[in-house]
Each structure stands twice: as structure tokens, then as C-alpha cells.
């Protein structure tokens, strides 16, 4: 499944900054478009909206015990947690909490406007392209602090991620440069830069940046686990299904950490079908040499033969002719048959009629009961016939080998 990958812009629905990747792991095409003119979402194509930094505010809650993610009471219970961190009422604003948050754990609870973002989820729906996922562009995380410089030169902004404190998205200026960590000071943190302020923000943060392209930014948002279509903007169970389904189908084929896995799978398979290759030759080679002692019997035994084209076939030909030349009867004449069925036959009541065509005789006004004709069978088995009842009386057949 591929991802279209679409940036929220900070203000009302308009313009689009949208990436696609086919395998997760590359950017194959990018632009920027109103939104009915981004790309199609058909069948097997993954939406993923990524909110903007400078949209959502971060802040730290551990839920009391009983509520969870699921639980119907969570967004009464987050907006009296945070209460007095919220700059606008709480009716007006949507919540979402960490991947995984358990009751009485801190979590992270991502804030950001209701209304700002339904405006969005409804222009994408209105298109055809509703957003399967909501992904933030930065959420928290431990390790190092980074900063990422975007915009453009005159609306340059950058974003304080790591070091496990919340997302901050400050003007790229001396005046918030004390703000950074470190102070701004020279290598305080690993910094990367959008091209358009990459000479802006080395200026200014007097140190070396490393590039990176808006839509590679975008498809490194799409990775996270973090869903902001939480409470009314959730999606069903059907969908969700069908996204996580895709994600690990995803993740097998293209992750780079599922290499060794996927080469592992790859030589498992090769040496199956390498060990199915080698049983066929085995079977073709011990099938000609089963092939070429029976011509060499037939050749033995039939020396006049010149051209051994099916050897079962002309030697039982071949038998037959010896036979009729030396008078000798075969299982399939009227002799051996009349001889095993009064050899075996048990019943006192004779046949009134007998009727005889190469290989079958039927015995006309011979009745027997299940019984008596699996005892039947069991007598004629050695003899090479077997017996089977008819309306009329019974049938014997040269038995099949």
C-alpha cells in the first residue's frame, strides 16, 4: 500500500505541501496543491495528514486508575488534568494522548484547536482523500536535543524536539535563540535545515546544518506511532484494521531492519525449491532406469523385437500371440472363467443362463446375499476375478491389477 503523505497548513484549508512513497522508506514524488487537486487516493493508497508543530501544545498527565485510552470518560478527565494549562476553554479544543498510555503512568497528551483541525479532515473527506492517520510533525521523545529549521527566510521558525520535553515551535530569531537549549550556544544541539533557511539558520545558530527536504520530513512524521484521530475524530475498527495491516505489511517488505529477515525468507525458499529440483532429477533418473531394465527384459525375452517403442505393451502383445500359438487359455477366456466361478461359487442355485464377452461373464439367475458375495470375492481374489451383482444375477471380471 502506498502512503500519500498531506501537511496541514497552520491556518484555514488551501494549500497543500503532499509526498508519496510506495514502500515507506523513499519519497517518490512531492508538490504542493489545493486540496482537490492532490494526488488520488484510490484502492491501496494510505492517507496520512501531518498537523504542524506550531498547531499542538504538549503537555505531561498521568490518568487516575480505571481510565485508559479507550475509556469513554478520557477527554472529561483530560481537560480537568489540564485545566489550568489551557489557554482557550476546553469545548474548544481536541485532545490526544500518547501511543500506549496506561492509567496511573505520566503520559503526553498532544492540544491542539478543534476546529482547526475539522476544517481540515472535512476539506480532505470532501475530496475523496480522508486522512486514514493524523500524525504530528514533531511529538516528544528522549535522547538528544534537535533542532529542526523550516519556513522560508522571512517566516523562518524552528522546532525543539528531544531530550524528552514537550515540541516547541519558536520564530527563528536572536531573540529566542536563549530559548534553544544551550542558549543557541555553538553545538548545543544536533541541528537539520529545510534548504530554503539552511543559510539563515547556520547564520544565526553559527554552526553547520544538516539538510533535509521538507517530504523526507513528512515521510519521517508518517513513521511515528503517534495517531492524533483520537475521541470524535477516531476512526472505526474496520480502518484502523486495514491500517495496521498495511503498516506491518509495509514494514516486512521495505524496512531496513527487516532485511536479514527478508533474505533469510529469500534462501529458505531458493534451498526449498533447490531440494524440490533435486527430488524430480532423482525421480526422472530412478523412472528411466525402471524404464530401461523393462525394455531390457523385453529385449531378452523378445530378441526378434527390432524397435522397443512400449515395452509393457508390446510384451503383453507379445504373450498373447505365444499363447494362441501354443493353445494355452488366458485369464480373460471362457475356460478359466466357467473354472473359478464353480471353483468358488457356494450357492446351490445354478445359473440359468451364462453370457460371455471377452474379459466379463455374467452369470444370469444367480442371487447372493452381501455375505455370501464378500465370501465370493474372497475365493475368486486368488484366482485373479472378482464378482459384483447385478439385477439379474452376477458379473465376473478379470481383476484389475
Known sequence: MSLLLIRLPPGAPGVYAWAISHDGQGVAAHGQAGAGLL???????????????SQLSWHRVTLPKGVGAQSARLRPVLA???????????????????????????????????????????????????????????????????????GTPEHAQVLVSGGDLPVQALPLAPAALSLLPGGGSDGAAQVQSEPAVAALAEQLLRQPVAIVQPAARL???????????????????????????????????????????????????????????????????????????????????????????????????????????????????????????????QSEQGPTALEFIAGELRAKGVQMSAEDLAAFNQSLSPLGYRASAEENGLRLQVQQP
Open 39 to 53: 494526488p488520488a487516493a484510490g484502492r491501496g493508497v494510505e492517507v496520512v495528514a501531518v498537523a504542524p508543530a
Open 80 to 150: 480537568a488534568l489540564l485545566e489550568e494549562h489551557l489557554l482557550d476553554e476546553a469545548e474548544a479544543l481536541h485532545f490526544a494522548l500518547e501511543p500506549g498510555a496506561r492509567p496511573q503512568t505520566p503520559a503526553w497528551v498532544a492540544v491542539c484547536r478543534r476546529d482547526w483541525l475539522a476544517a481540515h479532515v472535512q476539506a480532505l473527506q470532501a475530496t475523496g482523500r480522508a486522512a486514514l492517520r493524523i500524525v504530528p510533525e514533531l511529538a516528544p521523545q528522549a535522547g538528544a536535543a534537535r533542532l529542526t529549521v523550516t
Open 219 to 345: 515521510l519521517a512524521a508518517a513513521a511515528s506511532l503517534w495517531d492524533l484521530a483520537q475521541l470524535e475524530f477516531a476512526q472505526s475498527g474496520r480502518a484502523r484494521g486495514a491500517r495496521r495491516l498495511a503498516a506491518l505489511r509495509r514494514e516486512l517488505l521495505h524496512a531496513p531492519r527487516w532485511r536479514p529477515a527478508r533474505w533469510g525468507v529469500a534462501l529458505l525458499l531458493l534451498v526449498h525449491l533447490a531440494g524440490i529440483n533435486v527430488l524430480a532429477w532423482q525421480t526422472k533418473a530412478d523412472l528411466a532406469r525402471r524404464q530401461a531394465a523393462v525394455r531390457a527384459v523385453f529385449t531378452e525375452s523378445f530378441p526378434k523385437v527390432p524397435v522397443v517403442v512400449d515395452a509393457p505393451a508390446q510384451m503383453a502383445r507379445e504373450v498373447a500371440l505365444l499363447r494362441q500359438r501354443s493353445g494355452a487359455t488366458s485369464p480373460r477366456d471362457l475356460e478359466p472363467f466357467l473354472s473359478a466361478f464353480g471353483t468358488s461359487a
